[in-house]
């Protein structure tokens, strides 16, 4: 049964960081394409990272504050995120494409404020 257990989240003040991760089960991660989505209140859920590649790990970053990693001896996907601002709050997803099919999490929170 394939599960995507996201944590990390919580409230942060503007300039500050967060790691964020995605433990995955029910399946290799290096096996998947696997991405990161978050949705701010009142609007649609938007791609922030991915990370694929089975020998190489190939990333795209929809914004250079932040970063996508893996670990797949922990099967194991990490969001890295600086220089927070409040436009960064919103719920973040972890999103995993395996055989065809698509998978997600139930979310983290993350509240910038100060």
């Known amino acids: 049964q394939v599960k995507l257990v996201e944590s990390g989240g919580g409230l942060v003040q503007p300039g500050g960081s967060l790691r964020l991760s995605c433990q995955a089960s029910?399946?290799?991660?290096?096996?998947?394409?696997m991405k990161w989505f978050r949705q701010a209140p009142g609007k649609e859920r938007e791609k922030v990272a991915g990370i694929f590649g089975v020998l190489v790990d190939t990333t795209e970053i929809a914004d250079s504050r932040f970063s996508i990693s893996r670990d797949n001896i922990e099967n194991t996907v990490y969001l890295d995120l600086d220089y927070l601002t409040p436009e960064d709050s919103g719920v973040y997803y972890c999103?995993?494409?395996?055989?065809?099919?698509?998978?997600w999490g139930s979310g983290t929170l993350i509240t910038v404020s100060s």
């Open positions: 999103n995993a494409a395996v055989s065809g099919l698509e998978y």
């Open positions: 029910g399946f290799h991660i290096a096996n998947a394409e």
